[in-house]
């Protein structure tokens, strides 16, 4: 028995022998002593990482990386945009080479950058001319055009700017209520199903609700008044998976709970965790930590574990084929409420993301079968105190974190079990080309399985490049692209799909 004990526990020690030496995290002392950089707006742009952060000198400016080297300014710090370190939402997105952003001068306020990777930072939309700038947040890109709120004298307004045509066009406009700032704490952006942009919004007549911009009918509506009347149903943890829409929700009946929205018909309910009124999905209106992901045809999320005065928020899982819903780990270890877990990413075949462990912060990883995990780093620590705004580049995450030796800077978390191609190649599946062969447009469907910037080429038959999709993100999910070739001659085709220079995917199209 003694034998078998020493066994037991000589095996546990190398197992976390081998989770050290597979992990390995590493740090950029932008800021250098103990003074926070809070680095924030990550953005993998061509071959570099660029985010904004504060130096001893400079405040709150851009800054670039390749992974290498240390992170250096971009451009003349006296000239250049400040990016306010208030951004709500995604406050960059790039579009057809060019990187697009909600930054500041005193001269405009906050209004819209871009920054072409090698020229000087540049204005590109001064929407609210003068110093109180227009405030442009939730940046999205759609069919080659950028989507994004502003806000001026508490009233929401949400755009629709085409930097080929330079024309801006001013949606709310379309709705026959008023769009309060209720937007700008809800959304985090804009949700794009199908040919609908979703987003939440509060008017006076139904409180906060889910409403879309259908982008054919150029009309923005209720999608549904969840919780009706004037009380709000507050959507929030918004998230695109499978081209279907989730989010939680509050009504009168259930509390707040997760639903599903398919972009045509009304929202569905999936979820009576806590049966009755009681929040099976913890709501904090001042808060948005709460988060949905898909992964591996499940929905994770956190809920409450019972309806005692202090719950415990837990990883839940929600399997959409089977309608399930089952607790997958109670890592609380009857700790009373901790937090949930947040900041999902997938990153290889696995998901990751922050929890406690014990009373501190952590990085865990679960590949959908065995139970979640905590990482330990190869300097031995499993303490990161969070994991904010992770974000892929060349084969690693990076993200913002806390020590009390260096304060708030950039951190860098490798697997070195993942190679660049194995983060590429398993993000991308299920695609399909259809109608093909075909007379008129086809339309490319292609899962990702988180957030990619790609682009798509098509060639004819002498290899002469007749079509090209600009470069732009794609949400987590099932994906659609259409591509014209009605206009193109009878014969074969050869598509291609792009990342980072990279090609995923290859296939063939038929002209009649």
Known sequence: MKQLFTLLIATFILSLSANAQR???????VRTGLGPSNPSMFTPFGNKLYFFATDIVNFDVMFETDGVTAPSLVGNPSSTPKSGNNAV?????????????????????????????????VLELDVEPGTTGSNPQN???????????TKVSGIVGIMEYDPNTKILRKLTDKYPDTLTDEFYHNAAGFFVVGNKLCFTAKTSANGTELFEYDTIAD???????????????????????????YFAAIDSAYGCELWSYDGSNAPTRLTDIQPGK???????????????????????????SDTTVNPKPMLYRHEIATSNTTLVYDNKNGIGNQG????????????????????YGAIWTYDGTDTPRVIKFNN????????????????????????TAKGIELY?????????DDVKASSLTSIVAYPNPTTDNVQLSFFVKQPMALSVNITNIKGEVVYTKLRQRYSGGRNMISIPMSELPAGMYIYSIVNDGTVLNIGKIMMQ
């Open 380 to 403: 031995g620590n499993t303490v990161t105190r969070s994991f904010y705004e992770p974000t892929i580049f060349n084969k690693s995450i990076y993200f913002r974190s806390e020590s």
């Open 278 to 304: 009681h929040f099976g999905i913890p709501y904090n209106a001042t808060s948005t930590r709460v988060q949905i992901i898909g992964y591996n045809g499940n929905l994770y999320f956190s809920a409450l």
């Open 219 to 245: 009309t923005i509506r209720l999608v549904s008044d969840i919780n009706t009347g004037t009380a709000s149903s507050l959507p929030h943890a918004l998230h695109v998976y499978a081209n279907k829409l």
């Open 23 to 29: 992990y390995t995290l590493d740090s950029f002392d």
């Open 89 to 121: 939402g995604k406050a960059a997105v790039e579009l057809g080479g060019i990187m697009y952003y909600s930054a500041s001068l005193s001269a405009t306020g906050r209004e819209l950058y871009k920054y072409d990777g090698v020229s000087q930072q």
């Open 139 to 149: 940046l999205t890109v759609f069919n080659n055009k950028i989507y994004f709120t």
């Open 340 to 359: 949930p877990a947040i900041n999902f990413i997938i990153y290889g075949n696995d998901l990751f993301y922050q929890d406690k462990y014990l009373y």
């Open 412 to 420: 860098k978390f490798t697997d070195s079990v993942v190679g660049i």
